[in-house]
């Protein structure tokens, strides 16, 4: 009786939840559709958003811009998140251990026009002392992105290596592996996925940034979110509506494939161990 | 001897441990403490736009600490009230997102395990697509005449639209939509790992299921509230974005008055002061967070 009870409650909640969450996008995605200029009048079947969002020059370059820092910044924090979450995980004692985890840490919860300014700061203050850092562009902003972004890899990396069987590489080391040999060998192909995730979650973080790319970007360095957020503050346009729709486009496909390819795993591994079982028994 | 030099000399483990620690330190660390700096200063028109606070005169070396910044936040009503407000702000969204995302983590967990995965995917997803767009959806909802609006006229509930748009009631939409996912993750994290048999043994004790829920599920939540609440209350603290796009001229968050003195009023040092401020307001909540945010790592070294 109380199951059913149960499971009423999770059925409603879930579909009022992401109702809530998907209607307001799949509302963007239709009405990019809309031959209209007034983005809520609806008058007919049209592509032309999409035409006119890729003859936008600006908008284009802006992308490029954002493409590239975004590929950077997810590579860097990938190898700076895998070295801090095995920091974490792996050395228990060290000088200055605590400063090490507040430093991780902070970033997840910290104001972004705090981040930003202060790292502004940092650039001018270089530049006056060192000459360095001069001409503020991609190099300031991939810096400043890398520096949030590194936070939320190391959580995602730390949490797999936290769950990770440690007998396998205690075993290795056992057969005389050396500690570097032992990671690139065993740990790194255990941890692959979530330094798949770590560098997706970097990528999107980058990506979308606003505040703190406002701060330390330079006169040639527009990048899409400062294109788009300075077009929707003129008011709504349906060639935002395009973009989005792309770019919801682009996130569920890839998404999508990171689920079929996580669930065809998940078979295979219970087939194995059913198999195993099998064997054994 | 060799020995003793040796527990001087970095070891292997070292070559691991700075490149993130020395970026993080030079790029997130260093940045505060030249913020506090520049908040002593005196603003010049000039690049940079502040004045140094050392200077050698002949042979002595004057340090010149200029308050004036601070006493200027304290003097204007204008900062007190945009800190006052944004706490308020953020305090009553996180309530809220709490309201709505507790009972969708609670739903998850309570999903059969195969499925628990992708529902948890779509709650993130859209997270993964773009935080603005995420906004400017709901500006073309809420705006006069947007759908609600025009949705709500057709109905014949309203004769006249409603203003949604640029009052506070369109803040608190926005941010507890943007913020959903971060309120939902950990509170799922928590709710998923509690043994079903204290309930079930709740049941046989005679509770009704909300006495159950009041007295075994809340409590045992309380890491998860924790979490999920300041991941969504610090940042939301200096919120920038949302304040600017859907609410009013007179909605005040001190994002956007840092904002404004930096980009409009080109005032670095008072910016600096503002930060440095906000950040001594943060600091007991981000120790919180810290606090069970490392509790949370080692419960999975153990």
Not at chain 1, 102 to 114: D, G, H, R, S, Y
Not at chain 2, 271 to 296: C, D, G, N, R, T
Request: net charge positive.
């Amino acid at each position: 009786m109380s199951a059913a009870k149960t499971s009423w409650f999770t059925r409603s909640t879930l579909a009022f939840g992401f109702a809530f969450l998907y209607l307001p996008m799949l509302i963007l995605v239709i009405y990019s559709f809309n031959e209209n200029r007034l983005v809520t009048v609806w008058s007919g079947f049209s592509l032309k958003w999409y035409g006119e969002l890729f003859r936008d020059k600006q908008m284009i370059a802006a992308a490029k811009i954002s493409l590239e820092i975004a590929f950077l910044t997810a590579c860097a924090s990938v190898v700076l998140g895998t070295m801090a979450a095995m920091v974490m995980t792996r050395f228990r004692q060290f000088p200055g251990k605590s400063l090490f985890s507040a430093l991780m840490t902070a970033p997840l919860v910290m104001p972004e026009v705090i981040t930003g300014l202060s790292i502004l700061l940092l650039f001018v203050a270089m530049g006056d002392t060192f000459g360095l850092f001069q001409e503020r562009g991609v190099m300031t902003i991939w810096i400043a992105h890398v520096t949030f972004c590194v936070a939320f890899v190391t959580v995602v990396i730390s949490s797999r290596l936290g769950e990770l069987d440690k007998s396998l590489e205690e075993a290795a080391m056992d057969l005389g592996a050396n500690r570097v040999k032992v990671f690139f060998l065993i740990t790194l192909p255990i941890i692959a996925p979530a330094l798949a995730s770590g560098w997706l979650l970097a990528f999107t973080l980058s990506l979308d940034d606003l505040v703190i790319s406002s701060f330390v970007s330079g006169p040639s360095s527009t990048t899409l979110p400062m294109k788009v957020f300075s077009s929707v503050r003129m008011g709504v346009s349906p060639k935002i509506n395009a973009l989005a729709t792309l770019l919801i486009a682009i996130v569920s496909v890839a998404a999508f494939i990171g689920w079929w390819l996580m669930a065809r795993e998940e078979k295979q591994r219970q087939r194995d161990m059913q198999l195993a079982l099998q064997q054994g028994g | 001897m060799i020995a003793r030099l040796r527990r001087y000399l970095p070891d292997g483990k070292w070559a691991v441990i700075a490149p993130p620690y020395f970026w993080m330190l030079l790029f997130f660390a260093v940045p505060f403490a030249i913020a506090l700096k520049i908040s002593f200063a005196n603003i010049q028109i000039a690049m940079p736009p502040y004045t140094s606070l050392t200077e050698w005169v002949g042979d002595t070396l004057t340090v010149k600490v200029n308050v004036a910044n601070y006493l200027f936040l304290l003097r204007d009503s204008l900062y007190f009230n945009a800190y006052l407000s944004s706490l308020k702000i953020a305090v009553i969204a996180t309530f809220f997102c709490l309201l709505v995302g507790y009972p969708i983590a609670y739903a998850i967990s309570r999903l059969p395990t195969a499925s628990r995965n992708t529902a948890l995917m779509l709650v993130v997803l859209p997270s993964w697509t773009s935080f603005l767009i995420r906004i400017y959806a709901w500006i073309g909802i809420l705006k006069n005449n947007g759908l609600l609006n025009n949705f709500l006229i057709w109905l014949g509930v309203i004769d006249e639209p409603l203003q949604i748009l640029h009052t506070p009631i369109a803040v608190y939409i926005g941010i507890v939509y943007a913020y959903l996912p971060f309120m939902i993750l950990p509170l799922y994290t928590n709710l998923v790992k509690h043994d079903n048999r204290l309930l079930e043994a709740a049941y046989d004790l005679g509770c009704r299921p909300w006495q159950a829920f009041l007295k075994v599920t809340l409590p045992l939540s309380k890491a998860g509230i924790i979490a999920g609440s300041m991941l969504v209350m610090i940042p939301v603290v200096g919120e920038f974005v949302i304040p600017e796009l859907m609410g009013g001229a007179d909605t005040l968050m001190i994002g956007r008055v840092l904002w404004q003195e930096f980009f409009n009023n080109r005032d670095w040092p008072v910016a600096s002061a503002v930060a440095i401020v906000m950040l001594i307001l943060l600091i007991v909540p981000i120790m919180i967070f810290h606090h069970y945010q490392s509790k949370e790592l080692e419960g999975r070294l153990t």
